[in-house]
C-alpha cells in the first residue's frame, strides 16, 4: 500500500526565503508522485508531477521537486517566496493499481 | 475552459438528516472522483467513476454514503443519515482519463456541518 508522510504540517518563512517542504513516500512499487496547492476555499491544484524519466521535475509559480529513490523522498522547493505563495500544500502518490494517496498537508505561511 | 463545478459550497444539517451534494465535471472528463477532507487531513478517495460506472468505492461506506453518475457526466453524492464525523469538505474531481499519472482538477468543494 502507499502512504505519504508530510514533515510539518506548519512552515512559516519570510519572503524572499527559500521555501522547503518535505514529502516521504513509501510504496510497494514504481510511484508516481504529485505535488498539489490549496488556496483558501478554493479546490486543490497541480503543482508538478513525477512520472518517469528527469528526477528533477519543474512545475508552477517557480516551484521544483526532486525524486530520490534511495531516500522515498519528493521534496518541494521554491528559491525565493513571495506572498502569494501562502497556502496548503500537499504531497500524493499513487502506484499499481491503488488510487492516488494524499499526505495530510503542510501549511505554508509567508512573512513579510 | 470551466473548471470543476460543485454544489452547494455550504450546507449546514442535523445529524441523521441527509444530504446531497452535485458536481459537474470539466467537458469531456471521462473520469470523476469524489473526495472526503476532514480538517487538518489531506483528500481520501470515496469513489471513482469511469464514464457511469464505478471503478474504485473501496472506501465508501456504503451504509450510509451512495454516489451515482447518470450518462456519464453530473454525478451527485448522498449521505443519508448523516453522522457528526461526516462534518468534512466534499472534493470533486475530474481527469480526461483513467491512469496513473492523469492529473486531477479540483472543484471548490461543498463544506458540509453536522450538528
Known amino acids: 500500500a502507499q502512504s505519504v508522510t508530510q514533515l510539518g504540517s506548519h512552515v512559516s518563512v519570510s519572503e524572499g526565503a527559500l521555501v522547503l517542504l518535505r514529502c516521504n513516500y513509501s510504496?510497494?512499487?514504481?510511484?508516481?508522485l504529485f505535488w498539489y496547492v490549496q488556496y483558501p476555499n478554493q479546490g486543490l491544484q497541480l503543482l508538478l508531477k513525477?512520472?518517469?524519466?528527469?528526477?528533477l521535475v519543474k512545475g508552477i509559480n517557480g516551484f521544483e521537486a526532486e525524486f530520490k529513490k534511495s531516500e522515498t523522498s519528493f521534496h518541494l522547493t521554491k528559491p525565493s517566496a513571495h506572498m502569494s505563495d501562502a497556502a496548503e500544500y500537499f504531497c500524493?502518490?499513487?502506484?499499481?493499481?491503488?488510487?492516488?494517496?494524499f499526505g495530510k498537508g503542510t501549511r505554508l505561511s509567508v512573512i513579510a | 475552459e470551466a473548471g470543476v463545478a460543485q454544489s452547494p459550497r455550504y450546507k449546514i444539517i442535523e445529524k441523521r438528516q441527509s444530504v446531497a451534494f452535485w458536481c459537474n465535471p470539466i467537458?469531456?472528463?471521462?473520469?470523476l472522483y469524489w473526495y472526503q477532507q476532514i480538517l487538518g487531513q489531506g483528500p481520501k478517495l470515496l469513489i471513482q467513476?469511469?464514464?457511469?460506472?464505478?471503478?474504485?468505492d473501496s472506501q465508501l461506506p456504503k451504509d450510509r454514503f451512495s454516489a451515482e453518475r447518470l450518462k456519464g457526466v453530473d454525478s451527485t453524492l448522498k449521505i443519508q443519515p448523516a453522522k457528526l464525523e461526516d462534518s468534512a469538505v466534499y472534493l470533486c474531481?475530474?481527469?480526461?482519463?483513467?491512469?496513473?499519472?492523469?492529473?486531477?482538477?479540483f472543484g471548490p468543494g461543498t463544506r458540509l456541518l453536522v450538528l
Open positions: 474531481a475530474s481527469s480526461p482519463r483513467t491512469g496513473r499519472q492523469e492529473t486531477q482538477y
Open positions: 510504496s510497494s512499487v514504481p510511484p508516481y
Open positions: 513525477y512520472t518517469t524519466g528527469a528526477t
Open positions: 500524493a502518490v499513487e502506484g499499481g493499481n491503488t488510487p492516488l494517496v
Open positions: 467537458s469531456g472528463h471521462a473520469t
Open positions: 467513476f469511469q464514464n457511469n460506472g464505478v471503478v474504485d
